[in-house]
């Protein structure tokens, strides 16, 4: 184990095998329908990676990048892309990988602007859930794991950009970021 975790909440094997399933639902609930999977950059991408390798089903991936800004970021509820979506989703089915639903703003704002363009279908597929942080009423259709609030990192994940390698989530020892 990294030294800078506490403790880890999701080993390699508890990923993979989240994973495997959660694509199974997927290629059933997505056949026949040729998805389109956007990631949300920077986090999305490691869970996207092996989600799409899951699959047993024709899909396309597309990237969007959003950052939040303001006093106190998570919660000043501004948020702007920094990648656009640059393909065409309207009549398509469009399904959002995102690592982690803290306030829900981000996905909120994504889901709202996705909208705007008229897929045929939208929904999301989030890896970890800090329950308790956000509305109860974000519909995720597909969710991997619910996560304490604490700082979590690791698969995807960062501090300033660290940990984001790490192929377990675990919590961040708080002498770390404090
Ligand atoms: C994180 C995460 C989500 C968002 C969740 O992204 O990847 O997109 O925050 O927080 P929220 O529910 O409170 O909006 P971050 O801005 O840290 O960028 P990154 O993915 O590039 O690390």
Not at 43 to 49: C, E, I, P, S
Not at 85 to 102: A, G, P
């Amino acid at each position: 184990m990294h030294k800078d975790i506490e403790k880890i909440l999701f080993s390699e094997q508890d990923i993979k095998e989240k994973v495997e399933e959660l694509g199974r639902q997927i290629s059933g609930d997505y056949k026949n329908k040729n998805p389109i999977l956007i990631s949300i950059l920077k986090g999305g991408v490691v869970f996207l990676a092996d989600i799409i390798r899951a699959l047993d089903i024709p899909i396309e991936i597309e990237f969007m990048g959003v950052a939040s800004y303001g006093n106190s970021t998570k919660s000043s509820g501004v948020v702007q892309i920094t990648k656009d979506c640059n393909i065409d989703i309207s009549d398509r089915h469009v399904l959002i990988i995102e690592d982690i639903v803290d306030t829900g703003l981000s996905l909120n704002y994504i889901t709202r602007y996705l909208q705007g363009k008229n897929p045929k279908s939208l929904k999301m597929c989030v890896l970890l859930d800090k329950v308790g942080a956000h509305e109860p009423d974000i519909g995720m259709a597909y969710k991997a794991f619910d996560v304490p609030n604490e700082f979590i990192v690791g698969y995807g994940l960062d501090y300033d950009e660290k940990y984001r390698n790490l192929p377990y989530i675990g919590i961040l020892k708080k002498e770390i970021y404090q």
